[in-house]
């Protein structure tokens, strides 16, 4: 039996190269990754892309904590890496030529093959049509390589329509899924958030970076070579922590405040009526080794008047945004001003210190 291990979107240096993240990335490797990989004797990981985080630059401290913690484990345990660019990799929009895969993996030539265009790998006797990210420059070259590529299975970096970008939350631009259809299957990064139609693969990310992750089950994956069957690895270490707060129900779930160590803690108020049984609530989640604490109450006077108050969601601000739109009255394409959105509140998240 042959197996690879496919690892995608671990954006070293995420959140401005925060300690946090830091620690919180090498608990998956040190605890999760690593010891699985040991024990079924793996040697060979797949990187589907998205390995560091900022595209033009890359903070000295989180480079040196990188190699420690994943580069040096695979010099020092004989693994082998396989890597494609994803967008968070490459310097230019219109470009993969300058990419930071190249230039910062150059130390580890041994372990790592940076696999810049379009190729068919063997991956013991199961090829592999390998796509890096698509942009202007590749992208008529990479369509008649999908056409011609004599492979199965496809491990790309994709930003297709009609998949979910965050859970619950569909990608309205990108590339047509129509030219992956002659594959049996086609596994990618790019969306944070675990998901399947038809032959395409979302894998998600392997670690929660945001509070869209919250709740959202994050794996690594295993594909063996000689059956092509795909096996998700949970990874059980979460660092967001949502709590529904309802004094109108009995919520034994309250009482204990011990799991919220190391996390952070949001707190969405339902119903409060028993004031001082809150605050001492709150004191007891501050009492915790937290990261940090947020606290979310019912905003009903939030919408204006051309706004449907039922349709908004303030489970998280990401969902507040995308609701409070779908809610308005606006002939304008509210799809297009979501994307919009989203990508304003990625930049956001990431120049922002944990």
Known sequence: MSRVAILND??????????????????????????????????????????????????????????????????????????????????????????????????YMNEVRIIEKPEVVDYDGMPIALIPWINPENEEKTRFFL?????????????????????????????????????????????????SQNNIHYLGSQMEFFWSDANDRKYFHVLDTETRELTPVENPITLFEKILYDDTKQQQALRNVSNLDEKFVKVIVINKTKPQEFEKFIDRINMRKIHGLQIAENFQDFAGKQVDDDKINIDSTDDLLYTYVDAVDTDLDKERIKSQVRELMIEAQSMEIA
């Not at 830091?22 to 060979?44: A, T, W």
């Not at 994709?158 to 309205?172: D, H, R, Y």
């Open 147 to 195: 056409n011609t590529c004599k492979a199965d299975v496809v491990g790309a970096h994709l930003e297709l329509s009609g998949f979910e970008m965050q859970k619950g939350i569909p990608c309205s631009d990108g590339m047509s899924a129509d030219a992956f259809r002659r594959f049996d299957m086609v596994l990618s990064g790019h969306f944070h958030t675990k998901s």
């Open 10 to 107: 671990t954006h070293a240096g995420i959140r401005n190269s925060s300690e946090i993240f830091m620690d919180y990335q090498e608990k998956f490797y040190r605890d999760v990754f690593f010891p699985y990989l040991e024990e079924q004797g793996i040697k060979k990981i797949l990187h589907l892309g998205d390995y560091y985080e900022n595209r033009t630059s890359i903070n000295f401290k989180a480079l040196n904590h990188n190699r420690r913690i994943f580069l040096d484990v695979l010099r020092d345990r004989g693994i082998h890496m396989d890597i494609i660019p994803g967008n968070h990799d490459v310097y230019y929009k219109n470009t993969n030529k300058l990419n930071s895969l190249k230039e910062l993996l150059g130390h």
